[in-house]
Nanobody
Framework: QVQLVESGGGSVQAGGSQRLSCAAS????????MGWFRQAPGKEREFVAA????????YYADSVKGRFTISRDNAKNTAYLQMSSLKPEDTAVYYC?????????????????WGQGTQVTVSS
């Protein structure tokens, strides 16, 4: 079982940047696809970005394309979400997740292991 711990959340002004990290407990992390999701109050959890096991393939939600970058460092068992040009509508709890299927997927229910989440608040 893979344990995930997110960090890097906090408050930022609109237009600012923030980097989230997701540290995995197990070296098997390097075999798995990773995803970032977010959930705002009163809304459903939504897909943000995903990355394959090697980092050679990524996929983004239209709402963050061009502003967010997902990456990973398998030597450190860590994935990242670099967020730029942040907007108030990006305010949410952000979660990282692992998908052991080795398929790039956007449906949160398909992911197997989850972190506890980290709050990102963007003020206007």
């Amino acid at each position: 079982q893979v344990q995930l711990v997110e960090s890097g959340g906090g408050s930022v002004q609109a237009g600012g940047s923030q980097r989230l990290s997701c540290a995995a407990s197990d070296r098997t992390f390097s075999r798995y696809y990773m995803g970032w999701f977010r959930q705002a109050p009163g809304k459903e959890r939504e897909f943000v970005a995903a990355i394959n096991w090697s980092g050679s393939s990524t996929y983004y939600a239209d709402s963050v394309k061009g502003r967010f970058t997902i990456s990973r460092d398998n030597a450190k068992n860590t994935a990242y979400l670099q967020m730029s040009s942040l907007k108030p509508e990006d305010t949410a709890v952000y979660y990282c997740a692992v998908d052991v299927s080795r398929i790039l997927r956007t449906d949160w229910s398909e992911y197997d292991y989850w972190g506890q989440g980290t709050q990102v608040t963007v003020s206007s």
